[in-house]
Structures are given as C-alpha cells and as structure tokens.
C-alpha cells in the first residue's frame, strides 16, 4: 500500500499562533490567581503587614494579566477580519448549510468514532472543524462574560476609562455577590475547555498524522495532495514532502 | 404633630420655638454638613438654607419590618439630630414614634396627605408584601400596598428606609412567601431614594434627609439609586483591616492567633468586597465601632439578596441548581473528573473502534522506514 503524498499549508498564520500562546498563558495565570484570590492559602509569616504586600501582587498579577488577555482578544477579532480564510471570522460561523453537514460529520466520526465504508477526504478540515468552531465561539462567548464581569470588579478601584465603561455591570445583576459568583462559574468552563481541546487535539494528531499539535507551533498543517490545486512552478524541494 | 399649623414655620423658627439655642442650631448645621459628606465650606449654605425654608411634612410608612431603621435613626450621632428631624419638627406621621394613635392618627395623616399633596415627603421602612392581595400587612384596614400607593401618590419623593424597602430583604429570601417586594417595583412615577442597610448607619439616614428637607431636591445618586456619598465605596476599600488583606494575612478561625492579632477577616466570609456602604468610615454608634472592628464579618446586609448569598461565614457561595452545600469549586472538580474520565474512555474506544485505519498507517510508515535510503 502506497503512502498518501501530503503538501504543507500554512494554516495558522503568525498572529493566531501568537493569539492562541498569549491567551494559553494569561488562562493559566488568571485562573492560578483565580483560585488564590477565591480561597486565598494560610500565610505562615510573623512580618508586619506593612512588610508584606504577597496578596496585592496576586491580585496585581490577576488585573496585568486581565489586560494582556483582553488586549489579545482585541488583537484577534482584528486578525478575524484581515486573516487567511481559517482565522476569518467566517469560519467561526455556525450557520451555513456546509459547517452543519461537517458538524454532523464530526460528531458521528470523531465524537462517536464511527467508521465510514468510503471516507471522502473532503470531510476531513483544513483548518479547525465546526465542532471546534463552535467551541472556540463558546469560549469567545465566556471570554466576553469575563471581561464584563471582571472590569465590573476591578473597576471601583480604578480611575481609568476603560474599566468605568463596565460600572453599570454590577447594577444590572444585581450587585458584587452575583457578579463574582458568574466569574468563578465562568473560569471552570475555561478549564473544562482546555482538557476537551487539548484531548482532540492529540486525538487528531494521532489519527490523521498531519500535523495537528505542531501545527500550533509552526503553523503548518499537512493536506493531501490531491486536494492542493496544481501549480505552475512547483518548488522542487517542496513538492514531495 | 404639627399638622394643623395654618402657618408654616421655617426650620430655623422651629427649633429656637423648641427652645434650642442659635448655637444649638449652628451645631444641627455642621453635623448636618458632615453627615452629607460636604465640606466645611457648605455649612453656611445649610444654616442659611434651614433659615429660609419652611418645614416639610415628612410621613413616615411602616410595612414589612423590625424598625430597626427606626432605632437606628433614634441613635444617630448628637440627640438634636433625631430630636429636630423626627420628633419636633417634620414627623407628622410615624407609627411608632407619634404620640396619637387610633382613628385620630391615621386623621392627621390624611390631613397632611391632602393639605401638602405633591410636597411631604414619603419615608418608607419595611417591605410591601403582594401576595394574597397583601393580607400579609394590614394597618388600620388597609393593606401595604393600598396605604403605599395613596400616601405615595401625593409625595413629592420617596425615601426607602433600609434594605426592606430597597431590596426586600429577610422576609423577600427565597421562596418569599409573602411576595415581599421593594417599593420601587411598586411605584415608578417619582423620584425614591434607596437606603439600604440593615438597619442603614443612623447618621446616613440623618444626612439624606436633611439633604432632601433642607435643599429640597434629591443627593447625587447612583446607578442604584443610593446617595453616591454613602454608598460609592465597598466596605472592604476604606476598612482599616485592609493592609492585612493586601498582606495576605488572614484569619483562619474565630478563635486562632491571626484573628487576635486582627488580621483581615475575608477567609471567614467577610462579604466587604462585595457589599457598598460606609460602615467602614462613618462607623456605627457615634462612630464607637462597626461589625469588622468588633471581630466579625461584614454580611453584606447592604446588599440585594444578601440574604441568599450565604453562607456568611465561608469564602464559598452556593451554586443554584446544585444540592444545599455544593458551591462552585466542588460542582467544577465533580464535573472536571467526570470529564477527564469520560475522555480516558474515548480515546481508549477510539484505539478500539479505528484500529484498522491506524494499523494501515503504523504499517506504512514502518515500511517508509525500511526503505529509506541514503
């Protein structure tokens, strides 16, 4: 039997990867501080408080890394609009005929992992899958939820504009104790995320062998050949990898 | 009670007729200035304000209540305060502090309601309860709800005494038996001040309605409809435990070393960072203490359902939907280890159910590596 000839694509471009390594790395700061701030640990010092400022830096760490996460959200939802077509906002799009037929696709092979008799290489996603656009709209969706629901905390101890913009937050819901209840709620979706996602994504890298965790890094993924239109020139040295 | 003067007496003519002395009344100004949080500068402007303005009837409406507010109000910081305000003064109505009772008393009221329409102001303490045509509070053959709207309809604004009257408090936690609702979901035509607390400190309670009395229009508030100089800021910003919180010097129990030392009380549920009021700066009982100097938690008794976002001394809150003790951390590790299971379970049916293909593909790959060359 005959290896399948693969050509490398680039798929996530620069600023994705740099998007989704920035937003790996303010998730876990923000929920680490999370948690500490929530149930903060027993301090053994006999220091006087004026000498200690241990629970301030975390709540600092938490605020700094809030900005940088909120920023990168921005820096993305830009890329969205001016990105190849797999950082478009388009395929984060749940709502044409061809990402529901892939949806379904997904679920029944990957999901439920059932085996087809004649597998169409079309099935298989370039990019992301729309089961996993619809998880990253989800996330999106929570990232939004944090953003109002912190800014709305953070902002009575702030005198700048943009965490002002959210005091009407707190009011709506009903006050501080119901603000931070969905924030604590919100941040367990994000680790519930973070295990599914990092298990599919070995999931695939396993069975489809083209390039599915390393492509986060270089932004490579490997697609057959027969479904790269044929180029005039072909570079000899990337044809056959 | 003063309502049948014919005549009405400024603020100033009132309380030197009461046999307080200038000096007495320039004394009223400063503390009134104070209680407003304004600066020294506007006690001039009270003074002169309480000079020229002639009293206004203040009605003072008891529903779903302990009148806690009212005893807390009685004991605001000098005696002259709650002397003036309440019972010399502006008081025409009040059910327990007016000295008439009966037919007579609920006379006088409605004397004041048709004499001074569109100018008393209403008090409101206490919650109104709507279910079973609110039979739950009756006065005088009345429910709650039919005196609110009658004596409502005539004020010119609407103070809301505590967290009953604000946000419904005790007597509105779940399942809320008796419907108890706050009186801005009842009335929406005029202007209502929100003062919650349970009770709201004595020298707030002073402070707003001198405001409304003496320059007779509303203080600054806030997107809650709390006056924005009591209520702007959490407990937790201006507490003086705070340094131990930025620390990260906790108590742990009640009765430990860190809690003798007075370290900051957030690991046994101080509800300050949530909750907005001045106890922390004004303080309680002519400024003797409040509940976190004493050594306890703030409950948060200030703030919308506080009472249903217990438990009051644990970090933790209640996840709804969820059995009694769950809270959210618990709800998330039970569910992030159903998870991690349920994909262990996966990926071992996967290896299962798509051992051909993987087989196929092992098979290849090994034969590309035998025939590498070079």
Known sequence: ?241 | MSTNNEKRDTYYQSIIKQGYSRRDFMKFSTYMAAFMGLESSMVGQIAQSLENTPRLPVIWEHYQECTCCSESFIRSNHPIVADIILDRISLDYSLTLMAASGHQAEAAKAETMKKYHGEYILCVEGSIPLGDDGNYCCIAGKSAKETFLEAAAGAKAIIAWGSCASNGCVQAAKPNPTEATPIHKIVKNKPIIRVPGCPPIGEVMAGVIMHVVAFGRLPKLDRLGRPKAFYGKRVHDTCYRRPYYDAGLFAETFDDENSKKGYCLYKLGCKGPMTYNACASMKWNNGVSFPIQSGHGCIGCSEEDFWDNGPFYERTTKVPGFAVESNADTVGKVAAGVLAGGLAVHAVAANISKRTELMDRIKRGKTNEKNIDS
């Open chain 1, 1 to 241: 039997m005959e290896t399948k000839n693969f050509k490398r694509v680039m798929v996530w471009e620069l600023p994705v990867r740099f998007f989704h390594w920035v937003n790996v790395l303010t998730i876990i700061v923000l929920t680490l501080t999370g948690f500490l701030i929530a149930n903060p640990p027993a301090l053994q010092s006999s220091a006087e408080a004026t000498n200690l400022h241990s629970f301030g830096i975390v709540r600092f760490i938490h605020f700094a890394a809030a900005y940088i996460f909120f920023f990168n959200m921005i820096l993305r939802v830009y890329w969205s609009f001016v990105g190849n077509k797999y950082a478009s906002w388009r395929a984060f799009w749940p709502f044409s005929r061809k990402m529901w037929n892939n949806f379904w696709h997904v679920m029944k092979i990957d999901i439920m992992l059932l085996n087809e008799d004649h597998p169409d290489v079309k099935n298989i996603s370039v990019g992301h899958n729309s089961v996993a656009a619809l998880s990253y709209l989800v996330l999106f969706f929570m990232a939004i939820i944090q953003t109002f629901t912190g800014f709305a905390l953070y902002a009575d101890t702030s005198g700048w504009w943009l965490p002002q913009l959210f005091t009407w937050v707190s009011p709506l819901l009903g006050g501080d104790f119901v603000v931070r209840q969905i924030h604590h709620i919100a941040m367990w979706i994000f680790i519930f995320f973070s295990i599914v996602h990092i298990y599919l994504v070995f999931y695939h890298d396993w069975l489809e062998g083209r390039g599915e965790v390393s492509s986060m890094f270089g932004g490579y993924k490997f697609v057959r050949e027969d479904r790269v239109k044929k180029v005039i020139k072909v570079d000899e040295t990337e044809s056959k990898e």
